[in-house]
């Protein structure tokens, strides 16, 4: 009797596994099949590559979006990766326990602030700012680059801070015992072991960072055009498929279908080099 | 410069990017809350919409929240624990479940825009289940489905193999492995999969405008419309309807992020301390 | 954990739809004056539940013709084509300002100084007078009602500047203008505030008098489409929305009234 009712139960989980797994098919499937036949039809390389964006005249080139989206997740990293990285050493090496145990969960609360509040404040507080002392329109990939590198610093910090405390001791008391300093225990030692679980915590915050939409649409300008300086403003890919989506019909909504094919195609590289990164670890 | 004084300056440099890091945080909290607090009184919480923001308060929307937030996880953490557990323990490590896994992770990772246009087109339009909780409360769910099965899969996985053998040594069967032992002691993994993904869902905006839409009203049914907190802020915000009172919708958020946080620490706690 | 689950059923069953209701989507010029008037209506009637959505003319034009929204409301010159088989109603008119930042100088701007401004002919505020700087034009994105009616009255065949930065509402345009001072950009007159400064246009100050006089003449009908006859609920409430009461509501928060 238990046994039947194990296989019923073994089977109910089967059924709920394969709804999910088609559910997720289903996504990915829509998501292809929209975007995709317009991707055939009118040339990926011309997609990618024409800076010209204009639905009205039936102009569908991103090129200018995807400019967009890169200046502003490297300029998130800049301001992102060094500052985390370094507050993820001190919290894993140099805080002791009460303070780790205060600061760690402080950390997380930053990531729980809702996207639009971070970009609020970019409009209230930093667009301003770089408007009146650096100039240009203050809406800018300098904004986004700042508002997104503090938006992925508790990524970068959690699991750089996990990557590193999970080293074995003997690491560093190995280091320490043939008389290195602490700081160069972390850049000799740690650092280099832990490198490809930090590198993971920075893809994922890149990851995150091409992702994010609401606060980017605040504080970007959404300008369509090439950018040459960070104080320039800028649309990215993410922001123009939010922007015109509403609307988009025919042709025009596959284009942002394409889009966003696109970057299913990137976060699915950038998936595929996490893996990488981590098995070569071990 | 000597090793002595390099080490020192280096321990300083760490000691400082913490330090800026939480002021950072310090400080945005303290802003949203310095300005928003003071406009979150009981009436803000349970008074109506009125001119569509500029007077009145937040409750229609923080029914919303709840809402889609309760439903899409309901909808969403069978699902993701079952597959999870699919994934675990009844199948072996083959092509497949590679493929799934890189699949779930993928999907864990594209921009949630991507999800608010897959909602909007599939839900909205073509299933024409229109502006709803029910549109929102879906695509959320879809949204926050590869988290879970995420973060659920790698408690499962990380339950050490011994305490399977030991269920079978003592005669239990498969399942009650599963149930008794594996899940209570992943339940921990899991519960911060859930949490996570109600946060999402919570902070969730761009999704939420194009799929669970601008109602003002309390919702009254799944096909009902409604704004959610995030929602309503953004829109105070950005059109500058009201920008104290966004304020005090942010500080509402800040505040149900806390508390959630707060609850799923203490969860952990209390299932490391009962577990470990 | 089952509590919440029996809370969530109760919502999602207790609460059948014992009210009826209508949707509107699309023009956010007219949104807010589209929701001060649903609430008014709906406290009269108070089994009936009015949701305004936002999204532009064109979403409105579009989720109209699919029939996912009752009524869909597009503030446009002319309608494109799509919009054919739509059943059309104007409820009121609307014109649209160009507006800078309060502390810009200017106060006026002739239509050929206009179009040169926003197809980026003209980059420099030194070229229209005595102050210095870039100017920064600011758009609304191309599903907008007043976007496609200001290009069609303004730019005419003449293309947007590819500089332009681009918001997605009146709202945010008013909000962007309030806080830079070298932009310019274009609003409903019924959007206008302190904190943004509206150009005499060829010498018309745009005001809603002008318009109605005719000698203003960037201006547009706000139209409610629907697929078809309204329903009856639709028809109800565009009645009421043509009533003098309404009207009268329209006339005095700032747009300009049919009658």
Known sequence: ?282 | MNVRSKDKIARFAFLLAAMVTILILVLIIFYVLFNGLRVVTFEFLTSPIKEMGKEGGIFPTIISSIYLALLSIIIATPLAVGTAVFLTEYTRENVATKIIRFGANCLAGIPSIIFGLFGFVFFVIYLRFGWSILSGSLTLACMILPTIIRTSEEAIKSVSYTYKEVTYALGGTKLQGIYKIVLPKALPGILTGIILGMGRAIEETAVLIFTAGLSIHIPTSVFSSGRSMAVHFYTLAREGISIEKAFGTAAVLVISILIINSISYFIMYRFMRKYT | MLLLIFISSGFLFGCARKTQSIVLAGSTAFQPFAEKLAEVYMEKHPNVTIDVQGGGSALGIMTALQGIVDIGMADMVKLPKEADPLTKTIVAMDGIAIIVNEKNSISKLTSIEAQKVFSGDITDWSQLGPKKGNIRVISREDGSGTRKSFDKLVLGKIKLTKNAMYQDSNGTIREAIKSDPNSIGYISIGFLIPGVKPLVFDGVAPTNENVKKGIYKIFRPVYFLTNGEPGRLAQKFINFMLSDEAQSIIKKDGLISIK
């Open chain 1, 1 to 282: 009797m238990k046994y039947y009712l194990e296989k019923i139960i073994e089977k109910i989980i089967m059924l709920i596994a394969f709804s999910a797994i088609s559910i997720l098919i289903i996504i990915t499937f829509f998501i292809f099949k929209e975007g995709c036949p317009f991707l055939f039809k009118n040339g990926i390389l011309n997609f990618i590559l024409s800076p010209a964006w204009d639905p009205s005249t039936k102009e569908f080139g991103i090129f200018t979006m995807i400019l967009g989206s890169l200046w502003v997740t490297v300029g998130a990293l800049i301001f992102g990766v060094p500052l985390g990285i370094s507050c993820a050493i001190y919290l894993a090496e140099f805080a002791d326990k009460t303070i780790r145990g205060v600061l760690k969960p402080m950390i997380e609360l930053l990531a729980g602030i809702p996207s639009v509040v971070y970009g609020f404040i970019g409009v209230m507080i930093l667009a301003p700012i770089i408007r009146t002392y650096l100039g240009g329109p203050g809406f800018s990939i300098l904004a986004a680059a700042i508002i997104l590198g503090i938006m992925i610093l508790p990524t970068v910090i959690s699991i750089s801070m996990d990557s590193i405390m999970a080293l074995p001791r003997t690491y560093k008391e190995g280091s320490i015992a043939l008389g290195a300093t602490r700081w160069q225990t972390v850049k000799m030692v740690l650092l280099p072991a832990a490198r490809s679980g930090i590198l993971a915590g920075v893809i994922l915050g890149m990851g995150r960072a091409i992702g994010e939409t609401m606060a980017v649409i605040m504080i970007t300008g959404n300008a369509i055009k090439i950018p040459f300086t960070p104080l320039d403003s800028v649309r990215t890919m993410t922001s123009n498929i939010a922007l015109e989506m509403g609307y988009a019909i025919g042709d025009h909504r596959a284009a942002l279908f394409a889009t966003a094919v696109m970057l299913f195609v990137f976060i699915m590289i950038l998936n595929t080099m996490v893996i990488f990164v981590v098995k070569r670890k071990n």
